[in-house]
């Protein structure tokens, strides 16, 4: 067998990259219950002390009395605080996330926001003056700057020591340049990407969309041991000649991760490239793979009923206040309804809250919602915004014609005529549509096939990738675009 050449073992792949950050968080999570305790302690220490000296108890002796009465009695959600800091955080896992310092502090600055403004509203409802307001902001406070501070130096030691993979493409062909090209508009990288090898002479020494092609197969092991590469891609569309493979597979035997194109795709971008796969895979990944566990299939039902009993129960609250609104700025119809399309092509009608002009449809034709619509009304755009306007669709929830979590319910019309433009556009029917998704918090308004090829691509990652956690993280992100008014 050929000599392992891979001069980091230590090089992480992104589960590993996961792992350590996950053991991180934790670590300072725990830390701060800790602290937060000590802090609680020492604080209820010298109000006590404070108030027997205002009463007249000589010091030494109110010291000895605050010391012996300074009992504090957290009950055990107290200690569970790390785990909910852990969910909080569960956008920030992901190795082109985690690699930005910029989107890292802006991550843990929302949880930390999300995580005091829901311990405020406990507070606030429950009317309970021994809820620990002291302890909890504490732990906000020292799980903020602690995980900001582990995860900057773990940034940093990454970076610094070469612990990033060193990635070659197989093909500089279409699949090649498509992966290339979203390399080099990324803001974070957590690789590098050093060439191409190609066996069309004709490319090899060129420079193809900013990556040179460094030679054919044949070359492919010297160059390895070159540039200390430690993936290589297969960015091959068709069959790969033998000698090609047979080079691919002695590359492996070196201790060299092999990874086809729609993978590291899937790892950059959180999509699926609908525009560079095969028949064959689209029936290994959504037909033989498309089965998840009975126990999931239980609990996001299970999950679908409480959230939308939740969820009618504050629709029941803030319908007369959105009802008025919506009154006053443009009159009747308060709610308008729609034929959409669920599972297995099943049509229902959903209700909203009418965020448009009454014309918006004159001629009948349907009309996708364009970013900064006229149609829109002032008071539309807020509930827009905020996704107030979907509040009756937990209705269809609770009825089991939607989920919490899954694709857009889109209307009849518009899948029709999308079908016949973007490949696999209809397999977003294999899955309930949802309130919310993995397309909906990643991706704007979408107006031409285009963008609505892209927002299929991060349907079918969310169909094939769709756990609990999955749908955990998209509520939870889902949460910060209603808190940040940003929704669409």
């Given at each position: 067998m050929a000599e392992n050449i891979r001069t980091t073992p230590l090089r992480l792949r992104p589960s590993e990259y996961r792992s350590i950050l996950l053991i991180g968080d934790l670590l300072m999570a725990v830390t701060s219950v800790l602290a937060a305790l000590y802090t609680w302690r020492q604080y209820n220490y010298y109000v006590l002390l404070g108030e027997l000296v205002a009463r007249g108890v000589p010091t030494g002796r109110a010291e000895l009395q605050a010391k012996l009465f300074n009992n504090i009695e957290p009950q055990l959600w107290f200690y569970l605080l790390p785990i909910v800091w852990m969910l909080l955080l569960v956008e920030l896992y992901e190795p082109h996330v985690a690699s930005s310092g910029r989107r890292t502090t802006r991550g843990i600055a929302l949880a930390a926001f999300i995580g005091l403004a829901a311990y405020s509203l406990v507070f606030i409802v429950k009317q309970d003056t021994n809820l620990p307001r002291v302890g909890v902001g504490v732990f906000l406070l020292f799980a903020s700057v602690l995980t900001l501070l582990?995860?900057?130096?773990?940034?940093?030691?990454?970076?610094?020591?070469?612990q990033r993979r060193r990635v070659l493409l197989i093909g500089?062909?279409?699949?090649?340049?498509?992966?290339?090209?979203?390399?080099?508009?990324?803001?974070?990288?957590?690789?590098?990407?050093?060439?191409?090898?190609?066996?069309?002479?004709?490319?090899?020494?060129?420079?193809?969309?900013?990556?040179?092609v460094m030679g054919s197969s044949l070359h492919l092991l010297n160059l390895i041991d070159a540039y200390r590469i430690s993936d290589i891609v297969i960015a091959i569309n068709g069959e790969i000649q033998g000698t090609t493979f047979q080079t691919i597979l002695d590359a492996q035997e070196k201790g060299v991760?092999?990874?086809?194109?729609?993978?590291?795709?899937?790892?950059?971008?959180?999509?699926?490239?609908?525009?560079?796969?095969?028949?064959?895979w689209i029936i290994r990944s959504?037909?033989?793979?498309?089965?998840?566990?009975?126990?999931?299939?239980?609990m996001k039902r299970l999950l679908d009923i409480l959230g939308g009993a939740v969820g009618l129960l504050v629709f029941a609250i803030t319908c007369p206040f959105l009802a008025l609104a919506v009154l006053i700025d443009s009159g009747l119809p308060?709610?308008?309804?729609?034929?959409?399309?669920?599972?297995?092509?099943?049509?229902f009608n959903i209700y909203k809250f009418r965020t448009m002009r009454q014309d918006a449809e004159a001629d009948g034709e349907a009309r996708t919602t364009l970013e900064n619509d006229p149609r829109v009304t002032r008071v539309g755009n807020f509930l827009r915004k905020t996704r107030l306007d979907e509040l009756p669709q937990f209705?269809?929830?609770?009825?089991?014609?939607?989920?919490?979590?899954?694709?857009?319910?889109?209307?009849?019309?518009l899948v029709a005529e999308y079908q016949?433009?973007?490949?696999?556009?209809?397999?977003?029917?294999?899955?309930?549509?949802?309130?919310?998704?993995?397309?909906?918090?990643?991706?704007?308004?979408?107006?031409?096939?285009?963008?609505?090829a892209v927002k299929i691509e991060y349907d079918l990652y969310y169909i094939k990738h769709r756990t609990l956690g999955m749908d955990f993280q998209i509520v939870l992100r889902t949460i910060g675009t209603v808190l940040r008014h940003t929704g669409r």
């Open positions: 582990w995860r900057i130096i773990f940034i940093r030691l990454y970076k610094s020591t070469g500089a062909g279409k699949a090649g340049q498509t992966l290339a090209e979203l390399y080099h508009s990324s803001s974070t990288r957590s690789f590098n990407l050093i060439g191409y090898v190609d066996d069309d002479t004709a490319k090899v020494g060129k420079n193809i969309c900013g990556l040179r991760e092999v990874t086809r194109m729609p993978i590291l795709y899937e790892e950059m971008t959180g999509r699926v490239p609908v525009h560079h796969l095969e028949s064959d959504f037909v033989d793979g498309l089965h998840v566990s009975g126990f999931y299939e239980f308060i709610f308008y309804s729609q034929p959409r399309l669920g599972r297995g092509g099943l049509r209705w269809n929830v609770l009825r089991g014609e939607m989920s919490l979590v899954g694709p857009r319910a889109e209307r009849p019309e016949k433009q973007v490949p696999f556009y209809r397999a977003r029917l294999l899955v309930k549509p949802g309130l919310t998704g993995w397309a909906q918090i990643n991706y704007g308004y979408v107006a031409s096939v285009t963008e609505t």
